[in-house]
């Protein structure tokens, strides 16, 4: 089912489980969230940020909060996917100017719902995606070569393309950092030993060697340093918000069914527990607060225009991460300080293991201690008001 109002998007994505055959059993979040994923392929929830002209459905960044909640709410792994794509689209969607090739690109993507990997992470930078160790090949006639050598790359098995970062000589001698849309049907790709993380289990996760073969064409006229600052990093980050606030959504869902089950032959005890997940309500309020917050500033036609983030909307950013992924875990924890062992268990009807243990990646996924370094940095010359 297509459709091409945004509000039927996020409807369709809140009832993914509903119209799947895959059913969700310990040990098999993999083919649980693939089902998910070509599911949303066949409702073109996958590109719905797309370009109208290219055959998308414009869908705002506030659509793709809600959208990828509600996907998180049924599946951390497919929220966390979709939330990931979802912000190296948009690069492209914004971003492509007026290229030909990357119009193409984007209307063939999204012809086949295909979704985007990210390959801006490298080995030997210490994680600090400004900078590339690998270089573009640009041979005199012919397709350009780069090999990017990752630690990890998220749902590669899956991908249609990779927006891949690396150093490129410019016209004037000197080398600059550049953004590259490589479609994986031209490349040769050699993975490492698949990543065993205790959570997001239902998306492959390895390092990967990636030799990138693509029309100079393919390289985005803009430096990446201002793609990133501009659309990647505050995309990513409120989306990755978002998908944490639907896995709050799925554990305050369960704690409200045990509350209300407990009150049948326990009224003074379920009174207890209501105060208690009202108390959890508001840390999920405080999560949603964040996210609106950093979608009016992202939308803010006099930021989003800005040649890069201003240094307030930076920390703005940051903070919304650090905020968030924190309070999820503290959303988590208490919730099962209601639940006791029923929440504890890994299987039966208010079970919170898998959305804890998927909750828990939160804070290591870009480390919280280091965007909080750059943002005590910062904050020396700034101050927030009402």
């Not at 089912?1 to 040990?27: F, Q």
């Not at 599946?75 to 914004?94: E, K, N, P, T, Y």
């Not at 995606?129 to 041979?139: E, G, Q, R």
Request: hydrophobic content about 45%; glycine content about 8%; some cysteine.
């Amino acid at each position: 089912m297509v459709t091409s109002n945004t509000e039927d998007l996020v409807a369709l994505c809140g009832s993914l489980t509903e119209r799947i055959a895959v059913k969700r059993t310990p040990g098999a979040e993999k083919a649980f969230v693939d089902a998910m994923l070509q599911q949303m392929r066949e409702d073109g929830i996958v590109w719905s940020m797309g370009a109208a002209e290219c055959g998308g459905r414009a869908a705002s960044l506030s659509d793709l909060a809600r959208m990828t909640s509600a996907i998180a709410r049924q599946s951390g792994s497919a929220g966390l996917i979709f939330a990931m794509h979802a912000s190296q689209a948009l690069c492209i969607v914004r971003h492509c100017e007026d290229s030909l090739f990357l119009k193409d690109l984007q209307a063939r993507m999204i012809g086949g719902q295909h979704l985007i990997a990210s390959g801006t992470s490298e080995k030997g930078p210490s994680g600090d995606i400004f900078k590339s160790l690998c270089t573009v090949d640009d041979a005199p006639t012919g397709a350009s070569l780069v090999t990017k050598d990752s630690p990890n790359i998220s749902y590669l098995d899956l991908a249609g393309a990779i927006l891949i970062t690396a150093m490129r000589q410019g016209r004037s001698g000197r080398p600059s950092q550049v953004l590259i849309a490589a479609e994986t049907a031209n490349m040769d790709i050699a993975s490492g030993a698949p990543a065993e993380f205790m959570g997001m289990g239902g998306m492959s996760n390895a390092p990967y060697v990636v030799t990138a073969r693509f029309a100079p064409e393919a390289v985005f006229a803009r430096p990446f340093a201002a793609i990133a600052r501009e659309t990647m990093t505050p995309v990513i980050h409120i989306l990755w918000a978002s998908a944490w606030s639907g896995i709050a959504a799925d554990i305050l869902g369960k704690v409200r069914q045990f509350v209300e089950k407990q009150a049948d032959h326990d009224a003074a005890a379920a009174n207890s527990m209501r105060l208690e997940l009202s108390r959890l309500v508001d840390l999920q309020f405080t999560m949603i607060a964040l996210i609106r917050d950093a979608i009016a500033g992202w939308e803010n036609p006099d930021v989003s225009a800005a040649p890069n983030l201003s240094f307030r909307q930076t920390a703005r950013i940051k903070r919304l991460k650090i905020v968030c992924s924190e309070t999820l875990t503290k959303l988590c924890v208490d919730a099962l300080e209601i639940l006791g062992i029923s929440g504890y268990s890994e299987r039966g009807p208010f079970s919170i293991s898998q959305p804890i243990r998927d909750a828990l990646s939160a804070k290591v996924m870009i480390s919280n201690f280091r965007l909080g370094t750059a943002n005590a940095n910062i904050e020396r010359f700034i101050e927030e008001a009402i």
